[in-house]
């Protein structure tokens, strides 16, 4: 079973920085993509950054520029660097990988960090 753990949220003021970080419990080249989303209450969840196993990174329009995906594979670590937080990035962020097993795609979820942008 493959396990995500995330870490590295908290309170942090408008304009300050934050990484967050997600574990994997296998290697993460067993990956197609893995991803950063995020919910804020009463919203839907929403994709803020990903990283394909070529090392291409694709960002929501809202973080660009602010937030930087990168892994290290020898640790089995995808981290989101997120700069110049806004109130409005404040949220529960979850880390997702994606597998593709006998070429169907699964999805495996972290059980989310929380990030709150507040002065």
């Known amino acids: 079973q493959v396990q995500l753990v995330e870490s590295g949220g908290g309170l942090v003021q408008p304009g300050g920085s934050l990484r967050l970080s997600c574990a994997a419990s296998i290697s993460i080249f067993s990956f197609k993509s893995m991803g950063w989303y995020r919910q804020a209450p009463g919203r839907e969840r929403e994709l803020v950054a990903v990283?394909?196993?070529?090392?291409?990174?694709n960002y929501a329009d809202s973080v660009k520029g602010r937030f930087t995906i990168s892994n290290d594979n020898a640790k089995n670590t995808v981290y989101l660097r997120m700069n110049s937080l806004k109130p409005e990035d404040a949220a529960v962020y979850y880390c997702?990988?994606?597998?593709?097993?006998?070429?169907?795609?699964?999805?495996?979820w972290g059980q989310g960090t929380q990030v709150t942008v507040s002065s």
């Open positions: 997702k990988a994606v597998q593709v097993v006998f070429g169907h795609d699964y999805n495996y």
């Open positions: 990283i394909d196993s070529g090392g291409s990174t």
